[in-house]
Protein backbone atom coordinates (compact mmCIF):
# COMPACT_ATOMS: atom_id res chain seq x y z
CA UNK A 1 0.00 0.00 0.00
CA UNK A 2 0.99 3.56 -0.54
CA UNK A 3 3.50 4.54 2.44
CA UNK A 4 4.11 8.26 3.73
CA UNK A 5 4.69 11.07 1.03
CA UNK A 6 6.06 14.13 1.42
CA UNK A 7 6.34 17.33 -0.66
CA UNK A 8 8.23 18.67 -2.11
CA UNK A 9 11.24 16.47 -1.95
CA UNK A 10 13.81 19.51 -2.55
CA UNK A 11 13.70 22.83 -1.17
CA UNK A 12 15.66 25.97 -1.58
CA UNK A 13 14.83 28.85 0.25
CA UNK A 14 16.48 32.00 0.62
CA UNK A 15 17.11 33.48 3.99
CA UNK A 16 14.22 35.29 4.96
CA UNK A 17 11.68 33.56 3.15
CA UNK A 18 9.15 31.40 4.56
CA UNK A 19 8.32 27.79 3.15
CA UNK A 20 6.04 25.26 4.00
CA UNK A 21 6.48 21.70 3.73
CA UNK A 22 3.74 19.05 3.50
CA UNK A 23 3.30 15.09 4.52
CA UNK A 24 0.69 12.85 3.91
CA UNK A 25 0.56 9.94 6.47
CA UNK A 26 -0.38 6.26 5.98
CA UNK A 27 -4.53 6.44 5.73
CA UNK A 28 -5.99 5.94 9.31
CA UNK A 29 -2.42 6.43 10.95
CA UNK A 30 -3.91 7.91 14.34
CA UNK A 31 0.07 9.59 15.26
CA UNK A 32 2.09 11.96 13.13
CA UNK A 33 5.50 12.88 13.88
CA UNK A 34 8.02 15.58 12.36
CA UNK A 35 11.61 15.15 13.06
CA UNK A 36 14.60 17.53 11.82
CA UNK A 37 17.51 15.69 10.71
CA UNK A 38 21.24 17.46 10.44
CA UNK A 39 23.67 16.49 7.59
CA UNK A 40 25.82 13.23 9.32
CA UNK A 41 23.01 12.97 12.48
CA UNK A 42 20.14 11.28 13.41
CA UNK A 43 16.70 12.90 13.20
CA UNK A 44 15.77 14.97 15.89
CA UNK A 45 12.11 15.17 17.51
CA UNK A 46 10.29 18.40 16.51
CA UNK A 47 6.42 17.53 17.10
CA UNK A 48 3.47 15.11 18.01
CA UNK A 49 0.13 15.08 16.42
CA UNK A 50 -2.47 12.73 17.75
CA UNK A 51 -4.99 12.82 14.97
CA UNK A 52 -5.78 16.74 15.07
CA UNK A 53 -4.74 17.43 18.47
CA UNK A 54 -0.73 18.85 19.02
CA UNK A 55 0.23 16.97 21.71
CA UNK A 56 3.75 17.56 22.25
CA UNK A 57 6.16 20.49 20.74
CA UNK A 58 8.30 20.18 22.37
CA UNK A 59 11.49 20.17 19.90
CA UNK A 60 10.46 22.88 17.75
CA UNK A 61 13.36 25.19 17.89
CA UNK A 62 12.02 28.52 17.82
CA UNK A 63 8.77 30.06 17.41
CA UNK A 64 9.27 30.71 13.63
CA UNK A 65 8.58 26.65 13.09
CA UNK A 66 4.69 25.61 13.12
CA UNK A 67 3.01 22.79 12.65
CA UNK A 68 -0.86 21.95 11.59
CA UNK A 69 -3.01 18.82 11.17
CA UNK A 70 -6.15 20.47 10.65
CA UNK A 71 -8.45 17.27 9.81
CA UNK A 72 -6.06 14.64 11.60
CA UNK A 73 -4.62 13.46 8.58
CA UNK A 74 -2.40 15.99 6.27
CA UNK A 75 -0.34 17.72 7.91
CA UNK A 76 1.94 21.02 7.60
CA UNK A 77 5.41 22.10 8.89
CA UNK A 78 5.54 25.87 8.03
CA UNK A 79 9.24 27.94 8.63
CA UNK A 80 9.12 31.61 8.98
CA UNK A 81 11.96 34.13 8.13
CA UNK A 82 14.55 30.96 7.09
CA UNK A 83 17.73 31.11 8.37
CA UNK A 84 20.84 28.66 7.60
CA UNK A 85 20.64 26.51 10.71
CA UNK A 86 17.78 25.93 9.30
CA UNK A 87 19.03 23.71 6.19
CA UNK A 88 18.31 19.99 7.16
CA UNK A 89 16.25 17.11 6.06
CA UNK A 90 12.56 17.02 7.38
CA UNK A 91 11.12 13.81 8.05
CA UNK A 92 7.72 13.20 9.06
CA UNK A 93 6.41 9.46 10.31
CA UNK A 94 2.87 8.34 11.20
CA UNK A 95 1.55 5.10 13.30
CA UNK A 96 -1.35 3.67 13.33
CA UNK A 97 -1.13 3.34 16.95
CA UNK A 98 -0.78 5.99 20.11
CA UNK A 99 2.82 5.85 18.90
CA UNK A 100 3.89 4.33 22.15
CA UNK A 101 5.55 1.23 21.82
CA UNK A 102 4.70 1.16 18.24
CA UNK A 103 7.32 1.46 15.11
CA UNK A 104 7.02 4.73 12.90
CA UNK A 105 6.62 4.82 9.20
CA UNK A 106 8.71 7.39 7.94
CA UNK A 107 8.27 9.27 4.53
CA UNK A 108 10.89 10.19 2.18
CA UNK A 109 12.05 13.43 3.61
CA UNK A 110 12.27 17.14 2.18
CA UNK A 111 15.88 18.44 1.89
CA UNK A 112 15.83 22.21 2.67
CA UNK A 113 18.24 24.35 1.82
CA UNK A 114 18.62 28.06 3.18
CA UNK A 115 20.74 30.15 0.91
CA UNK B 1 19.56 16.36 21.66
CA UNK B 2 20.96 12.95 20.51
CA UNK B 3 19.72 10.25 23.59
CA UNK B 4 23.00 8.53 23.04
CA UNK B 5 26.13 7.22 20.96
CA UNK B 6 26.95 4.32 18.52
CA UNK B 7 29.59 2.76 17.92
CA UNK B 8 31.38 2.33 16.16
CA UNK B 9 30.80 5.77 13.82
CA UNK B 10 31.18 3.66 10.41
CA UNK B 11 31.76 0.14 9.70
CA UNK B 12 33.44 -1.35 6.80
CA UNK B 13 33.29 -4.94 6.10
CA UNK B 14 33.03 -7.93 3.59
CA UNK B 15 29.76 -9.67 2.19
CA UNK B 16 28.84 -12.94 4.05
CA UNK B 17 30.96 -11.25 7.20
CA UNK B 18 28.71 -10.57 10.61
CA UNK B 19 28.60 -6.95 11.44
CA UNK B 20 27.86 -5.95 15.00
CA UNK B 21 27.14 -2.45 16.36
CA UNK B 22 26.41 -0.62 19.76
CA UNK B 23 24.12 1.68 20.57
CA UNK B 24 24.09 3.42 24.48
CA UNK B 25 21.60 5.75 25.49
CA UNK B 26 21.19 7.84 28.84
CA UNK B 27 17.98 7.02 30.38
CA UNK B 28 15.35 4.89 31.40
CA UNK B 29 13.29 3.98 28.48
CA UNK B 30 10.05 1.64 27.47
CA UNK B 31 11.52 0.48 24.48
CA UNK B 32 14.71 0.49 21.79
CA UNK B 33 14.14 0.46 18.43
CA UNK B 34 16.58 0.03 15.26
CA UNK B 35 16.14 2.01 12.13
CA UNK B 36 18.02 1.48 8.65
CA UNK B 37 18.02 4.78 6.47
CA UNK B 38 19.36 4.25 2.87
CA UNK B 39 18.83 7.17 -0.25
CA UNK B 40 16.66 4.52 -1.45
CA UNK B 41 14.06 4.05 0.73
CA UNK B 42 14.96 6.34 3.76
CA UNK B 43 14.17 5.25 7.29
CA UNK B 44 12.68 2.16 7.74
CA UNK B 45 12.16 0.24 10.92
CA UNK B 46 13.77 -3.00 11.72
CA UNK B 47 12.93 -4.42 14.83
CA UNK B 48 11.86 -3.77 18.24
CA UNK B 49 13.06 -4.50 21.67
CA UNK B 50 10.75 -3.97 24.80
CA UNK B 51 12.60 -3.25 28.33
CA UNK B 52 11.68 -6.11 29.42
CA UNK B 53 13.21 -8.41 26.73
CA UNK B 54 16.73 -9.33 26.43
CA UNK B 55 17.19 -10.75 22.90
CA UNK B 56 15.56 -10.67 20.08
CA UNK B 57 15.43 -12.10 16.61
CA UNK B 58 14.85 -11.04 13.24
CA UNK B 59 15.73 -13.08 9.99
CA UNK B 60 19.82 -12.29 9.82
CA UNK B 61 18.66 -9.58 12.60
CA UNK B 62 19.29 -10.21 16.42
CA UNK B 63 19.04 -7.42 18.94
CA UNK B 64 20.47 -7.66 22.42
CA UNK B 65 19.40 -5.05 25.11
CA UNK B 66 20.93 -4.60 28.86
CA UNK B 67 19.06 -2.17 30.86
CA UNK B 68 21.68 -2.32 33.51
CA UNK B 69 24.38 -1.15 31.54
CA UNK B 70 21.32 1.10 28.93
CA UNK B 71 23.48 -0.44 26.04
CA UNK B 72 21.87 -2.57 22.73
CA UNK B 73 23.58 -4.10 20.52
CA UNK B 74 22.69 -4.58 16.36
CA UNK B 75 24.13 -7.90 14.74
CA UNK B 76 23.10 -8.52 11.30
CA UNK B 77 25.19 -12.06 10.16
CA UNK B 78 25.73 -13.10 6.43
CA UNK B 79 26.00 -9.38 5.51
CA UNK B 80 25.07 -8.72 1.90
CA UNK B 81 25.73 -5.32 -0.15
CA UNK B 82 22.65 -4.44 -0.29
CA UNK B 83 22.85 -4.03 4.11
CA UNK B 84 25.10 -1.07 3.22
CA UNK B 85 23.13 1.67 5.07
CA UNK B 86 23.33 3.82 8.04
CA UNK B 87 21.77 1.82 10.95
CA UNK B 88 19.94 4.21 13.92
CA UNK B 89 19.12 3.03 17.37
CA UNK B 90 15.97 4.98 18.69
CA UNK B 91 14.68 5.04 22.29
CA UNK B 92 11.37 5.34 23.86
CA UNK B 93 10.56 6.58 27.14
CA UNK B 94 7.00 6.05 27.51
CA UNK B 95 6.29 9.12 25.65
CA UNK B 96 5.62 9.05 21.63
CA UNK B 97 8.34 10.44 20.21
CA UNK B 98 11.56 8.68 19.73
CA UNK B 99 14.91 9.92 20.69
CA UNK B 100 17.73 8.40 17.98
CA UNK B 101 21.07 7.87 18.58
CA UNK B 102 24.17 9.26 16.52
CA UNK B 103 23.98 6.39 13.61
CA UNK B 104 26.75 3.87 12.41
CA UNK B 105 27.56 3.63 8.47
CA UNK B 106 27.85 0.45 7.45
CA UNK B 107 29.59 -0.43 4.16
CA UNK B 108 29.14 -3.91 2.94
CA UNK B 109 31.70 -4.81 0.07
CA UNK B 110 30.94 -7.25 -2.60
Known amino acids: GAGVSQSPRYKVAKRGQDVALRCDPI?????LFWYQQALGQGPEFLTY????????KSGLPSDRFFAERPEGSVSTLKIQRTQQEDSAVYLC?????????????FGPGTRLTVT | SQQGEEDPQALSIQEGENATMNCSYK?????LQWYRQNSGRGLVHLIL?????REKHSGRLRVTLDTSKKSSSLLITASRAADTASYFC??????????FGTGTRLLVSP
Open chain 1, 27 to 31: SGHVS
Open chain 1, 93 to 105: ASSDRDGVSYEQY
Open chain 2, 90 to 99: ATNTGFQKLV
Open chain 1, 49 to 56: FQNEAQLD
Open chain 2, 27 to 31: TSINN
Open chain 2, 49 to 53: IRSNE
